[in-house]
C-alpha cells in the first residue's frame, strides 16, 4: 500500500505570498499524482492532475511539479480564497485511490 | 455541465445499513465515466469508498469490502451505495464524484456531499 505525507501539516503565509506545499509517496507513483484543493464546507476541487497539468479552469496561479515520490503544489501569489485544506491522491495500487492526510493553508 | 447530487437520511442508527443516492445531471451515466463515492469523518481526511461502472462493475475499498455494495440504475440516471452495520466510525460527509474524462486515475467531478451521523 502506498503511503502520501504531506508537509507541513499547517502553513501560515499572507495574501500575495508564494506557497510550497509537499507531497511524498512511499515508493514511486510515476507522475501519476493528483492536488486538490476544499474550502471549508466544500467539497475537494481537482487542481493539479499528472503531477503538473491544470485541470480546467484553475488559474495560472497553481503550478506542480515532481515525479517518482516526491512532489510539490506551488501557489505563486495567494489569493484571499486560497486559503484552504490541500490534498495529494494517487491511484497507481489500481484500483485504489490514495490521498494524503491533508495541508492547511491558513492566513497569517 | 454535469453535476453530482447526494440524497439519504441524515441520521442512521448503529448496526443499521447507511443508504445513500448520487443523481446525475447534465449528462448521461452511461457514458465511459467509472462513478465514486468518497467519504470524509469530521476534522479528518478523504477515504475512497468505491466506484462503479454503467455496466455494475464495481470495485472497493479493501478495508470496506465486506460491509459496501454500489449499484446503478441507469433508467433513473443514479448510483447508490449501500453501508451495512455501521458504527460510529462511519459518521462523516458522503460524496459522489465522477473518474475524469480524460484520465480514470482522478476525479473531476463531486457533488456538494451530504452528512450522515450513526447515532442510537
Known amino acids: 500500500e502506498i503511503v502520501l505525507t504531506q508537509s507541513p501539516a499547517t502553513l501560515s503565509l499572507s495574501p500575495g505570498e508564494r506557497a510550497t506545499l509537499s507531497c511524498r509517496a512511499s515508493q514511486s507513483v510515476s507522475s501519476y499524482l493528483a492536488w486538490y484543493q476544499q474550502e471549508p464546507g466544500q467539497a475537494p476541487r481537482l487542481l493539479i492532475y499528472d503531477a503538473s497539468n491544470r485541470a480546467p479552469g484553475i488559474p495560472a496561479r497553481f503550478s506542480g511539479s515532481g515525479s517518482g515520490t516526491d512532489f510539490t503544489l506551488t501557489i505563486s501569489s495567494l489569493e484571499p480564497e486560497d486559503f484552504a485544506v490541500y490534498y495529494c491522491q494517487e491511484r497507481t495500487n489500481w484500483p485504489l485511490y490514495t490521498f494524503g492526510q491533508g495541508t492547511k493553508l491558513e492566513s497569517k | 455541465q454535469v453535476q453530482l447530487q447526494e440524497s439519504g437520511p441524515g441520521l442512521v442508527k448503529p448496526s443499521g445499513t447507511l443508504s445513500l443516492t448520487c443523481a446525475v445531471s447534465?449528462?448521461?451515466?452511461?457514458?465511459?465515466?467509472?462513478w465514486n463515492w468518497v467519504r470524509q469523518p469530521p476534522g479528518k481526511g478523504l477515504e475512497w469508498i468505491g466506484e462503479i461502472y454503467n455496466d455494475g462493475s464495481t470495485n472497493y475499498n479493501p478495508s470496506l469490502k465486506s460491509r459496501v455494495t454500489i449499484s446503478v440504475d441507469k433508467s433513473k440516471n443514479q448510483f447508490s451505495l449501500n453501508l451495512r452495520s455501521v458504527t460510529a466510525a462511519d459518521t462523516a460527509v458522503y460524496y459522489c464524484?465522477?473518474?475524469?474524462?480524460?484520465?480514470?486515475?482522478?476525479?473531476?467531478?463531486w457533488g456538494k456531499g451530504t452528512t450522515v451521523t450513526v447515532s442510537s
Open positions: 447534465g449528462g448521461s451515466i452511461s457514458t465511459t465515466n467509472w
Open positions: 464524484a465522477r473518474d475524469s474524462d480524460w484520465n480514470p486515475y482522478y476525479m473531476d467531478v
